[in-house]
C-alpha cells in the first residue's frame, strides 16, 4: 500500500510527526505507520513498548486529541499503527493549523488559515476562545497603555474606562462566554505566540548597499510592542 491522502509511512518516530497527527485530524483522518519505510515494506521499530506509552501521551498533551495507537508484526518486525479521526474542531500544534491535503502536510495560514477556522467552527480565527489563559494573565501594562491611548485619542470616556479589566475586555468584545479569544490574547498576553507563532515586529536600518545595519526584534503584546515601536523608531532610528 503506498502513502496517500489517509496514509502516511515513518521508519521511526520524531516528536515533530505531531504535525502530520494533526494535519490528519483537521482534514479526514488518517493513519501513521511507525516503523515503515516509503514503499511500504516494514523495517521495525524500536524501543516500541516505551513508543506505546510516549506517542499517546503526547499527542494528548500536545494536541488535545485521542489517537489509537498499536502494535503490529510482520515478519518478525514490530511496528506501530497509530489511528487518527477527523476532529471536528480545529488542532493546533504549537500554535500552528496543519492539514492533510493528498500526500503532503501543509500549514494553513492567512486566508486558508481564517477559512479553515469559519468552516470547522462558524468562527473567525480571532474569535475563537482560549482555554489555558485567564484576564488575571494578561500585562497589566497594555492595560495601562491602552486606557492612555482611548482616552488620549477620545474614542473612549474616562468613566467607561474606569473599569475592572475584566469588564473593559467585554465592552470590547473580547470575551466569550467568560473566556478570552484569540484577540485578546494577542493584545494583552506577554507571549502572544502562543496562540500565534511569529508574533514579534522586526525594525532594521539598512545601509546603502541593502545590508543591515542593525535591527531590533519587539516581542510581548500587540498594545505594549506597538508603544514600544514609535519609541524605538523615533529615538534611535531617525535620531
Not at 492539514?99 to 469559519?118: D, N, P, V
Request: proline residues 2%.
Amino acid at each position: 500500500m503506498v502513502e496517500s491522502q489517509s496514509i502516511e509511512y515513518k521508519e521511526s518516530w520524531r516528536d515533530e510527526y505531531l504535525k502530520w497527527v494533526c494535519g490528519f485530524a483537521n482534514a479526514q483522518g488518517g493513519t501513521i505507520y511507525i516503523g515503515v519505510a516509503d514503499n511500504g515494506k516494514v523495517v521495525g521499530v524500536k524501543d516500541i513498548k516505551k513508543l506505546m506509552e510516549d506517542i499517546p501521551n503526547k499527542i494528548q498533551s500536545g494536541l488535545g486529541i485521542v489517537a489509537d495507537v498499536n502494535k503490529h508484526t510482520k515478519d518478525g518486525k514490530d511496528y506501530l499503527e497509530i489511528k487518527i479521526r477527523p476532529s471536528a474542531f480545529p488542532v493546533s500544534y504549537h500554535g500552528e493549523f496543519h492539514y492533510r491535503s493528498g500526500a503532503t502536510r501543509q500549514q494553513l495560514t492567512g486566508i486558508a488559515l481564517t477559512e479553515f477556522i469559519m468552516q470547522k467552527t462558524g468562527f473567525r480565527w480571532e474569535d475563537v476562545t482560549v482555554d489555558n489563559i485567564t484576564v488575571d494573565d494578561l500585562d497589566d501594562e497594555s492595560f495601562k497603555i491602552f486606557r492612555r491611548e482611548a482616552l488620549r485619542s477620545k474614542r473612549m470616556t474616562e468613566a467607561e474606562l474606569n473599569i475592572s479589566n475584566e469588564e473593559l475586555l467585554s465592552k470590547l468584545k473580547l470575551l466569550s462566554n467568560g473566556k478570552l479569544k484569540r484577540s485578546a490574547v494577542l493584545l494583552f498576553y506577554g507571549d502572544p505566540s502562543i496562540v500565534q507563532v511569529g508574533s514579534y515586529v522586526k525594525i532594521g536600518k539598512f545601509g546603502e548597499h541593502g545590508t543591515v545595519e542593525y535591527h531590533d526584534d519587539l516581542e510581548g503584546s500587540l498594545i505594549s510592542t506597538a508603544d514600544k515601536i514609535v519609541d524605538l523608531i523615533y529615538l534611535k532610528y531617525l535620531g
